[in-house]
């Protein structure tokens, strides 16, 4: 592949694929789905969402996925650190709406959720990161609170709404220890069961972005240590 | 297409679809429907579906009031036509209308569909219609203000013998 064609490509990644990846994310992530009549419902994010995000986009800067220099600088153009900007606006939403998605709306359950994210969040930021690492931390860290919510809660307010049926384990299970201890664990709406799989795919999504920034800021620095190849860096200005 | 070009691009896309999100979040529509009807009234495109709105107009002149009114829904989704307002609100009269007591919940739905009429044309007067003896939704609003009245008048014997109109 030419160099030219190389540099378009990142181009088209940084500037048109990355935003349009979490700009998806940023509209599915808090969209659920009503449990009587499948009525879409958006909810907005909460103060606490933004604070978890700005947590999660410094981790990811402190991982190195994002190298502010490189988007940000007094020589570029006025587009160029526009762009840019907007650019990482649509991964902060991006950010902020997963976790939108993946925290419970209230309860114990959110509480938890929230503190666990929280400590998690807060300790990554101070350990020593590298980018491969810190993506399979945060993969772990999405699947988990989504294992936790889509399937483990979802099943328990199922079952104590009564939507187990007779034979469901979770129903004896969530009868025998949840039934007048569950300290508001399962006080969190219920809704349909398409809102797991619409969380799935965000989730899905928020980790594809993800991997596309590693490789974008990959690309992006070989093609900065190699200028003899004649490609012109992504964070240049030679092509504009 | 250059870097300039790829960066206005992605300006444009950035502001174009984080600007539908917004929207999306504060209009809150409940399915595909609403999202396009919804943008039509943003964006001053919105009309009503005529072909609903006459089959509704059929049902209700066969006192069909119900499925007439499922029709005004389908015509008129985002309420904004004052026209299907009214005969929506004169379905729900007709409907609860009753020579020994009215239905006041029907009355009362209808009392909120001929306020939306009013809202939109106070000077609205249907002249098109021979089967509909009120005309303006002022007339309609007094009826079915008095139907959800108690008054002594209610205990009027003669008033079994008053019309539908």
């Known amino acids: ?240 | 297409m250059n870097e300039k070009t790829i960066q206005i691009l992605s300006v444009l896309l950035v502001l174009a679809f984080g600007g539908a999100i917004v929207w999306i979040y504060a209009k809150q529509p409940q399915n595909l429907q609403e999202v396009v009807s919804k943008a039509a009234v943003s964006t001053g495109t919105y009309g009503i579906d005529e072909a609903e709105f006459k089959r509704g107009l059929e049902f209700f002149r066969q006192d069909n009031f119900s499925a007439a009114r499922e029709y005004f829904v389908r015509a008129d989704p985002e309420k904004r036509d004052a026209k299907v307002q009214f005969y929506a609100a004169y379905s729900f009269y007709r409907q609860g209308f009753g020579r020994v007591y009215d239905d006041d919940a029907l009355f009362k739905q209808g009392l909120e569909a001929i306020n939306t009429s009013l809202a939109l044309k106070p000077d609205l007067k249907i002249n098109d219609d021979e089967n509909l003896k009120m005309k303006t939704p002022q007339e309609l609003k007094t009826e079915l203000q008095n139907g959800l009245e108690v008054t002594v008048e209610d205990f009027n014997p003669m008033k079994l013998t008053r019309e539908r109109k």
């Open chain 1, 1 to 240: 592949m030419s160099s030219s064609t190389k540099n378009k490509n990142l181009l088209f990644w940084r500037y048109l694929a990355l935003p349009a990846v979490f700009l998806i994310v940023t509209l599915l992530g808090g969209m659920r789905l009503s449990v009587e009549s499948g009525a879409f419902l958006f909810l907005p994010p909460t103060l606490f969402n933004l604070v978890l995000a700005v947590l999660l986009v410094a981790v990811i800067v402190r991982g190195k996925l994002l190298l502010i220099g490189e988007w940000f600088s007094a020589e570029f153009s006025v587009l160029k650190n526009c762009a840019n900007g907007l650019v990482l606006l649509t991964i902060f939403s991006g950010s902020v709406q997963v976790i939108n998605c993946l925290l419970p709306e209230k309860g114990l359950a959110f509480g938890l959720t929230a503190f666990f994210l929280l400590w998690t969040l807060w300790t990554n930021l101070f350990a020593e990161l590298e980018a491969k690492k810190m993506l399979r931390s945060l993969a772990a860290l999405l699947g988990f609170a989504f294992v936790f919510k889509y399937v483990f809660l979802a099943s328990l307010v199922s079952a104590a709404n009564g939507g187990g049926g007779e034979e469901s384990w979770m129903r004896k299970l969530a009868e025998s220890l949840f039934e007048k201890v569950s300290l508001g664990l399962l006080e969190i709406p219920e809704f349909s069961g398409a809102t797991g799989y619409v969380a799935f795919f965000t989730v899905l999504l928020y980790g594809a972005g993800l991997i596309f920034l590693y490789s974008v800021a990959s690309a992006a620095s070989v093609s900065k240590e190699r200028p003899e190849d004649g490609s012109a860096s992504v964070s240049s200005e030679t092509t504009s």
